[in-house]
């Protein structure tokens, strides 16, 4: 075979193969046999490896998978991906309605309803007709590329006929069949199960090896063109028919809705559809139809207004409470734990619920051996809600509080109610300061979950949060541990390495400092910069910082000037960890204010102003107190009076807040 042979033929088999994957997974109707398919692919294979130069990024031999990532390229969204508000009931559905009805002038509106799919949010970037790039969700703002687990997913087209620039968003989600077997192989494995689809999803899409992806059995629904407009698609509907005709599975349970009395119909029709669909929706969806009416109704800090979630209502079942055993978090702190007989509740299993405190039992009145009612709505924690008090037989035993840490034994101590174990080796403490020191919004070191820092404390090799980088002096030791392979523990390594470089704010909030969450973190790492400037400030320099009051004040000055924290600090800082702030780095620098002066003068609604200038700084802007010639744009609220008149003056650009909010929320949407 020539070349030029070569790439005909190549070209026509991956037509083919991706017309044949078209038709099994997303029309679910095949024309072709398993044994062709193979052979088509084989004889793809052979071609590319012959000839190295005709293997195409979006070729149809990728999606077996076999690409082995160290870690994943965070990408900005163009435009942020913005969230839902909920209602859960009628009368909240008609009020959307009603404020929808009145941001238009119109009487009655065309929704378009929709299911909600229970898995990972997911933009599908293409151009020139090629997928481009698949990214998740992230934080809203910053994602990360996921595209060759994403395209393991037969049904996403790797070429379409549109050749103009667009983005589809959707979800990523585990089928409920895909998620039986994945849990019933994990079972035989000895392995944890997964809780929900969602959680397994989200567990397969971040597997750095590729094939393993493939093999989850993943697939995804496709339920917003982006960019619509510029694709001169000006009904929400009409996008999601086009998105079909271009090969993209959509949802074929969505219905054109005219008016609040058909949501509510179609609400109560699928309520009782739901647990027939063969995967979970936690929800509804109603998006306004007429896309050119979105810029009128505006968005929220959040979330758009066109648009809004119904939540189902919490499910509730009832199980039996086997037992109350306590844990301690990485502040001492000591919580009750409900050890339940396993329910499938709202999609997820449940075996464990929080039970808060001491006062909680008994204010519920539990008592172990009870039959409990728990409920559980989508995305919120299970709660033990009350014991059936008619089935109790008498054996049942009541829970009496230990004055003992579960884990080194030490008395604990009573402060408001709540029990603490005040023993700063207490292992269990150790344990879960590096648990979140690790996690995913603090250093994100991939790899090093829960299990892994409780076996690798136990094997000795991580007493403590610099342990974590000096663990590679173990490698070998790790190696010898079941279930460790070379893989593994590289990308552990690499993964610890890359945390190295995290942000000031990931580290602030990583050290587990009472009272300091990763927003106040942000804000502080913002302001001081470098963790060097922490040693030097008193509870006072701190209490000046916004949202900061006298409790986080005095317990970030009690960190700080603690010995043994500079002391570990001081082994960080030796192990290269950085401790500079360099979280501007990943602001969107296409942003209405980023670079950009601005003084906020006048009474503001929807935030204080304290808020909006952290929000403003934190994509890039300056925020001045003062109205000069540098001044850019003046937000001015109700009862803005000097400086107002002086912008005006100066011919700078005055905003109201509303304006502003609707540039801040249009990075989103
Ligand atoms: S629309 C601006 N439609 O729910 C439009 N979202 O709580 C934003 N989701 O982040 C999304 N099914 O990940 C939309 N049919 C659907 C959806 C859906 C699931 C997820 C999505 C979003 C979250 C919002």
Redesign the pocket.
Known sequence: MTFEEAKQRVEFLTKTLERWNYEYYVLDNSTATDAEFDRYMNELILIEQTYPDLKYKNSPTQRVGGQVASEFKKIPHKRL????S?VYNEDDMRDFDRKVREATGKSEITYMG????????MSLIYDHGELQYCVT?GDGNVGEDVTQNVITIRSIPLHVEEKRPFEV???VYMPKKSLDRLNAEREKAGEPLFANARNAAAGSIRQLDSSIVANRGLDA?W??LVNARELDEHIHSKSLDYLDTLGFRT?HERRILHGVEECIAYINEMTKKRDSLDYD?DGL?F?VDDIDEYESIGYTAK??KW?T?YKFPPKEVSTKLLDIVLSVGRTGRITPNAVLEPVRVAGSLVQRATLNNEDFIKEKGLMIGDTVVLRKAADVIPEVVRPLIDRRDGSEKPFVMSENCPECGQPLTKVQGLHYCLNPDCPSRKIEGMIHFASRDAMDIDGMGDAVVEELFAEGFLHDIPDIYRLYNHGQEIKELDGWGEKAIDNMFHAIENSKKQSLERLLFGLGIKEIGLKTAKTLARKFKNLDAFFGLSTEDYLKVPDIGPVAASSLFAYFNEPKNRGMLETLRHEGVNFEYTGADMVDVNNYFYGKTVVLTGTLQSRTREEMTELLEGIGAKVSGSVSKKTDIVIAGPGAGSKLAKAQELGIQVMDEEEANSHLSNLR?
Do not use: Q
């Open positions: 991906m913005l969230s839902l909920n929709e299911v909600k799919i229970d898995g990972l949010g969700r968003r959707g979800e629904f339920y917003y949802n929706i969806v998006k979330s758009p648009a979630a949407g």
